[in-house]
């Protein structure tokens, strides 16, 4: 089974920056890529990046504008989401998810189809 837990979520004003962290439970086969989504309230829950199962693969819509990093760390236990130059409309409930072992390892998108296993988010807020 695979579990993931986000941090790292806060407020911070108009253009700062913060590093979501999804802690990943399970056994690395168990899961294909990792993304991150953000929900507003109000809208609907959006991809923001993702990484494949071997790392080769990120991928960004054009809405991030360059301003989000997606990374992990060596051991594949955490994916990390730097933000950058934070405005206001970021403001929502982030959310890391894992897509279907099922899925072959250069896999990865940003639409929520194929992921299987969520977190319960982290909010971050940006306000003045």
């Known amino acids: 089974q695979v579990q993931l837990v986000e941090s790292g979520g806060g407020l911070v004003h108009p253009g700062g920056s913060l590093r979501l962290s999804c802690g990943i439970t399970g056994i690395t086969w168990d899961y294909s890529a990792i993304g991150w989504f953000r929900q507003a309230p109000g809208k609907e829950r959006e991809g923001l990046a993702c990484?494949?199962?071997?790392?080769?693969?990120?991928k960004y819509p054009d809405s991030v504008e360059a301003r989000f990093t997606i990374s992990r760390s060596n051991d594949n236990k955490t994916v990390y989401l730097q933000m950058n130059s934070l405005k206001p409309e970021d403001t929502a409930t982030y959310y890391c998810?894992?897509?279907?072992?099922?899925?072959?390892?250069?896999?990865?998108?940003?639409?929520?189809?194929?992921?299987?296993?969520w977190g319960r988010g982290t909010q971050v807020s940006v306000s003045s």
């Open positions: 990484i494949s199962n071997n790392g080769r693969v990120t």
């Open positions: 998810a894992a897509g279907s072992a099922l899925r072959d390892s250069n896999w990865c998108a940003n639409s929520l189809d194929g992921y299987v296993y």
